[in-house]
């Protein structure tokens, strides 16, 4: 099926398009079925690619080709955990929904805080100790970057009042803040720009251009 | 008389070589090979170690027993010293000796070995990250033990706590139902467990004044946790009759879907108040706007800096990155969080001292302070 | 006083201001320069640096609301790669969307070249969890992707076979939408020491300089 000589999915896509697209006159049915239409299908397709790509290759499989060999029983634990999670749905057993959620909270928070620790705090501060005697406009950066640092730091010290001296850095501190939202900012209206010019362009180049040109 | 011609040729032949090794070797640029399993790796690999000077290039070669077949795996200038075989089983035996093209001629050098490699607990070189971690984990356990034990730990009130509260007024006053969004990632970002927190205290006093809440969920965990936190907080307030499972609901994963149905709900619903609290991505001034353009009272926070310039613009108050941990400790008095808080700007003080100590140090022309931050 | 009128303009006069505006260089190119920035520069010249041979890992990371930005940069750096003869590892952290774009992108690029799959490139597909499979590769690549993207199994694929981990990888090129490029850099740089080479929307794009500027990323990637 190809009218106008445009495959079926194009005209879909273009609907879907125009239809999430005309929320910004008002609410509307279209926009409605859309949504909904967007929130049921990414649902399943997120259960689908996680079946697909994780839990079968990962974890089915290995148990059912070869349980003993190459420590694939092991993979019993994960996945009894991972069953854990819907006993929240039945009453009597709900409290063991609870250890699987420990276990999953326990493992991020441990990536987590080395992530942060050694991938981030520890190298950031390293790359904020900076020299402060060569000349040129170098030296004045890295003024920038120690008093935007310390005083950002300073902002998010909650430990005293801030009041006095504290205070008043405190005040560069979120100057410096609002400077970098600024940046931010800009940044993201050029890639809000974007995502709306690759709509534009699919309507323009990929649905009503052949249209045209027949 | 064929047997003696075989042995005396042999014999001859032992000697040549043995010539030619002893000349070998006194030309033989690397000496003293010594192979040892690769320090603080997660093993299958060895490190080689010779003495050798000169630009000359040597082969690396590798057998499995010290009689066997050497291959050739690789080669490195003598004056480097070093050399590491990587790809290797664990606990096998390897032997290696270094070899040298002199002219057509190559010269062995004298077998190392064995070796193996295995995988090491610790990597020595982040002790930092390990003497930081320590250091966190003492200082959070000890300011939790005091705030337990009934110490008062000072933390100052951040300026946007009283807007929740006056939020959840305004909600009650025109008779219309708050929305809360507890961001988009799951229960294993600490923003959203800090999320959690401020929901308890918001549902409290919806709880209180009988107020409608909504919480529209991404994340399936975080929609389970959100229920019983709710539903929990329903009881500390009294009325647990009041509460109902509609109030926390869950939509779809997908971002954009989920931003889609938040934003119709707005429109449609016209909440007096949006909470935005927790993670958020691109999804942030989707959402934060349509509630500026219904008229809602907005209260956000997140520790995702670049979604924070969009609530600043769109929403009447925001908690600016660790402000909503801070929040969520000072409204809870939770001993566990303000003791986090605590450690957490003691932390941020140490920080501070070393890097300006490694600025002034740095300025003296050493390194130091550098060198013990650097981590691989 | 004027000016504060403007804070009452109708958004829908807004909406289609900008709509016009975003629909004339489509309608009519106008040829504006594309200029590579340093960073840009510096990522072309580290592809330059590889050897033929050498491994690189291509994370697709994105979902469709991020494609106009970020398919042009997968083409580009896809073509760079192939063009030096380096080796493809393709993969997919971003749950929705990520892998189609994967599967499409690729097979696009890859029909261009003379390349034979599982020797020259692998699409191992979308694998759950964010960090953990990150973390896992550092170990093993094949024991997070038995199989590839069409569950073919990765085991005697040469590709799969002969890179193991991050240990064989010379740079890991990620096109990353949210918090995902970031993780690359603080779990992947800082832990397995691997060249981590970021492609991200505008609206990430501030907080990644600060990984430049600390060597955690070798390149913010294309702008």
């Known amino acids: 099926m190809a009218p106008f000589g445009i495959p079926i999915g194009v005209w879909i896509n273009a609907f879907l398009t125009i239809c999430i697209l005309s929320f910004l006159y008002k609410d509307n049915p279209f926009f409605r079925f859309a949504e909904s239409l967007f929130a049921g299908m990414s649902l399943g397709y997120y259960i689908g690619i996680v079946t697909e790509n994780t839990l079968k290759p990962n974890l089915f499989r290995p148990m059912i080709n070869d349980f003993w060999g190459n420590h694939n029983f092991l993979l019993v634990i994960p996945m009894i955990l991972g069953v854990m999670l819907y006993f929240r749905y039945i009453r009597k057993i709900a409290w063991l929904a609870r250890i699987a959620l420990a276990v999953y909270i326990g493992y991020y928070v441990g990536v987590y805080l080395m992530q942060k620790l050694h991938g981030d705090i520890l190298f950031q501060a390293r790359d904020t100790i900076v020299p402060l005697t060569m000349g040129g406009i170098e030296a004045v950066w890295n003024v920038v970057i120690i008093v935007g640092v310390f005083s950002v730091l300073v902002y998010f010290y909650f430990s005293a009042e801030h009041k006095g001296a504290l205070g008043r850095v405190s005040r560069v501190g979120i100057w410096f803040l609002m400077i970098s939202f600024g940046a931010s900012f800009g940044y993201t209206i050029m890639a809000r720009i974007s995502l709306l010019m690759g709509r534009f362009s699919f309507l323009v180049n990929t649905w009503v251009r052949p249209m045209i040109s027949g | 008389m064929r047997t003696s011609c075989l042995v005396i040729i042999s014999i001859v032949l032992v000697l040549a070589a043995g010539g030619a090794w002893s000349q070998g070797m006194s030309g033989f640029p690397a000496t003293e090979l010594r192979a040892v399993d690769t320090p603080s790796d997660g093993g299958g690999s060895i490190d080689l170690e010779w003495e050798g000077e000169g630009l000359q290039f040597v082969l690396i070669m590798r057998a499995t027993s010290p009689g066997g077949e050497f291959e050739t795996i690789g080669d490195a200038i003598a004056s480097d010293g070093s050399y590491t075989d990587m790809r290797l089983d664990d606990q096998t035996d390897y032997y290696y000796r270094l070899a040298y093209p002199a002219g057509e001629d190559t010269l062995l050098g004298a077998v190392a070995g064995p070796a193996q490699s295995k995988t090491n607990w610790f990597r020595s070189y982040r002790k930092n990250a390990l003497v930081l971690t320590a250091l966190m984990f003492i200082l959070v356990i000890s300011y939790v033990t005091q705030a337990r034990k009934g110490k008062r730990l000072f933390i100052r009130r951040i300026s946007g706590l009283s807007a929740i509260d006056e939020a959840v007024g305004r909600a009650t006053e025109m008779g219309r139902k708050i929305l809360y969004i507890p961001g988009i990632l799951s229960l294993s970002e600490i923003q959203t467990i800090a999320s959690l927190s401020i929901l308890q205290h918001v549902s409290k006093l919806t709880a209180v004044y009988g107020t409608d809440i909504e919480v529209p969920n991404k994340d399936p965990l975080v929609f389970s946790a959100a229920r019983e936190t709710v539903k929990q907080a329903y009881m500390e307030a009294g009325r647990p009759d009041q509460f109902k499972e509609e109030m926390v609901t869950y939509l779809t994963y997908d971002q954009f879907a989920y931003a889609a149905s938040v934003t119709a709900k707005m429109v449609r619903e016209r909440p007096a108040t949006n909470f935005l609290i927790g993670s958020f991505f691109a999804e942030s001034l989707i959402l934060a706007e349509t509630g500026q353009s219904i008229g809602a009272i907005q209260i956000a926070g997140t520790a995702d800096i670049p979604q924070l310039p969009f609530f600043v613009t769109a929403c009447d108050y925001t908690l600016l990155g660790e402000e909503l941990y801070a929040a969520s400790a000072y409204l809870s008095k939770e001993p566990v969080l303000l003791g986090s808080i605590k450690a957490q700007d003691v932390v941020k003080a140490i920080i501070m001292v070393t890097v300006g100590a490694g600025i002034v140090i740095l300025a003296f022309g050493s390194n130091i302070v550098r060198d013990v931050l650097f981590t691989r | ?223």
Request: net charge negative; with cysteine.
């Open chain 3, 1 to 223: 006083m004027k000016i504060q009128k403007l804070l009452y303009i109708d958004r829908r006069i807004i909406y289609l201001l900008v709509a016009i505006g975003a629909l004339i260089p489509i309608i009519r190119p106008i040829g504006l320069p594309v200029v590579p920035s340093a960073p840009v520069q510096g990522l072309f010249e580290r592809v330059e640096e590889l050897e033929p041979g050498d491994a690189v890992m291509l994370s697709f990371d994105y979902g469709p609301s991020s494609e106009p930005e970020l398919n042009p940069m997968s083409a580009a750096i896809m073509r760079h790669l192939f063009m030096r003869e380096v080796r493809v590892m393709v993969v997919a952290i971003f749950p929705l969307g990520g892998v189609q774009i994967a599967i499409r992108e690729v097979a696009r690029i890859t029909s261009e070249f003379d390349l034979e799959y599982g020797v020259d490139y692998v699409n191992l597909g979308y694998k759950d969890g964010g960090q953990a499979p990150m973390k896992a590769m550092g170990v093993s690549i094949q024991d997070v992707f038995p199989a590839d993207v069409e569950t073919t199994p990765t085991e005697g694929m040469p590709i799969v076979e002969d890179v193991r981990n991050y240990g064989d990888i010379e740079v890991v090129i990620t096109l990353a939408t949210g918090i995902i490029g970031e993780w690359w850099a603080n779990l992947v740089n800082a832990q397995f020491g691997v060249d981590v080479a970021v492609g991200c929307t505008a609206v990430s794009a501030p907080k990644y300089y600060a990984y430049l500027r600390s060597g955690q990323m070798i390149q913010r990637g294309l702008q």
